[in-house]
Every structure is written in C-alpha cells, then in structure tokens.
C-alpha cells in the first residue's frame, strides 16, 4: 500500500516553486532578447547567446516531459489503488484505498508560484508570450 505518511511529492512540489518560476521566466526573456538581438543584427551579439536561448528552452521542455510523466505514473498509481479497493475483503480496507487514491489525486502539478502550472500548454504559452514580445519589440 502506498504510504501517504512521508508526502515527498508534496514536499518536491513546493519546494520546487521557486526554481520552477524563476527557470521558465529566465528562458522566456532569455529566448525573447537572443531572438530579437538577431534579429536586429547587433554586431555587439555573437552566436553564443542564441545557443544559449536554444539550450534554455530545450531544458524547458525537457522539464515539461518529465512532469507530464510524473502526473502520467500519479494517476495510473491511483487507478491501480482504485481497482486494489474493489477486491478488498474489509470494507475498512476498501475505504483505506479510496483515500490513499484520494489523497494521491490532490497533490496537484508543479507550479511557478501560482501564476503558471507546469504541463503540456506552458510549452505552447511560451511560445506565443515569446512571439508576441519579439513583434513588439521589433516595432
């Protein structure tokens, strides 16, 4: 039976808050000032800087991959304690299965302080703040 005394999940989630915010902010302006010191072919900018916004956002979705997984195995681990309870002999047990499934359901996803949670769309939200930030800069 899943042990829900030692939350670590929990634990990781908010301690993870902080970074997470800081991290995706960092990529975005990073990616937003490569692409339009580019653009503008500042002969101060060298080609580092945009490796650098490449590397950033490709560590971004790597991030983005990993929680979809975690949020992927939370759910098939609390299908599995779901079915568990339905062939327990006790009903005490039965309702201590629902509640261990419950309690895993709750944890929610990573997040930036509230303001973003980490899955599949942050992905595509960066994209469009990054595009929509460089067409106003170049005007």
């Known amino acids: 039976m899943l042990n829900m005394k ?3 999940f929990t ?3 908010d301690g993870l808050r902080l970074l997470v915010f800081v991290f ?9 000032l ?11 900018y060298a080609l580092g800087p945009v490796i ?24 098939q681990i609390g299908e599995h304690l779901d079915e568990q309870s339905m062939v327990q002999e006790s009903v005490g047990l039965m309702f201590r299965y629902k509640r ?16 973003f949670e980490v899955d599949s ?5 960066m994209a469009g703040v ?3 930030y460089i067409i106003i800069l170049m005007q």
């Open 130 to 132: 990054t595009a929509t």
């Open 100 to 115: 261990q499934a419950r309690k895993l359901r709750e944890h929610g996803k990573f997040n930036g302080f509230g303001f």
């Open 11 to 13: 634990t990781l989630k």
């Open 24 to 32: 995706f902010t960092a990529v975005i302006i990073c990616i937003i």
């Open 52 to 75: 650098t916004a490449i590397d950033a956002a490709i560590i971004a979705f790597a991030w983005v991959c990993v929680a979809e997984m975690i949020y992927g195995n939370l759910e």
């Open 6 to 8: 030692n939350p670590s």
């Open 121 to 125: 769309s942050t992905i595509t939200s």
């Open 34 to 44: 490569s692409a339009f010191l580019a653009i503008k072919g500042s002969e101060l």
